[in-house]
């Protein structure tokens, strides 16, 4: 059992027995466009606007080892890190890509997600965006399967996807109008049923072929690929997706971090990225 999947069952567990005193329960937010494993993950609805919002808190008196010291027997370890929040004596400690808010003095924390309602900006998200893009940074080109931008490559988009899935199949028919965006595609593997399934053997195959841009192509196409054993990140990948909150195929990131879950059009996407891009120049 993964960090994850132990955060989010014991704070699932503590909530149930009031320690977080939480009386209004988040609803689920579906993902678009996807074939998904487990359940998407609680979405806080963001707060009313106010006049004012708070600069960001300067608790420089927060104990971190007494933070750490009631956090670890929880979660079987202490955060990645603690820093402030705009909000005065609450904190974020990361797990990962995985967050919860404690008080300076660790009695009490809750999950979900931190608003700005003024901005209406997602904090949380802001953080979650800065870790995954770490994290993916760290993957080498030699273990996913890129289809290159046609000429100057404008936006890379790295995408989870499971050759069993059927809008993963409908978005690998349009890679060739992405390419020719602009847009590199760089494949990570995602078997949604998990390691050791058909499709994981089937994705095996493909990552361990000759040629794994054919390969990958024929397997969307329903053709079989001839068993193959190698060294494989498969495993790695599928592992890597659910630290970062992958739960359904296919699962798509930008070079800063930012998750688009589910299909979306070629032309849908460009949009988005070259949006994107102006917004940050």
Known sequence: ????TVLSALLASLLVVGLANAEDKAAVAPAASTETTATAAPAVPAPAATETAKAPTTDATVDTALLNEKLKPLFGDVPDSIKPTP???VFEAKFGTELIYVSADGRYFFSGDLID?????????????????????????KDAVIFKAKGEQKHLLTVFTDVDCGYCVKLHKEVNQLNEAGVSVRYLAYPRAGIGSESYKKIVNVWCADDKQDALTKSKAGETIAAKECENPVA???????????????????????????????DQLVKILDDMKTKVN
């Open 236 to 266: 790695k990948e599928f592992e890597l997706g659910q630290k970062l909150g992958v739960n359904g195929t296919p699962a798509l990131f930008t070079e800063d971090g930012t998750m688009i879950p589910g299909y979306r059009p070629a």
């Open 87 to 89: 909000v005065s004596g």
């Open 1 to 4: 059992m993964n960090k994850k």
């Open 117 to 141: 309602g003024t901005s209406r900006t997602n904090l949380s998200e802001q953080s979650r965006t800065v870790e995954r893009k770490d994290m993916l940074a760290k993957v080498e080109d």
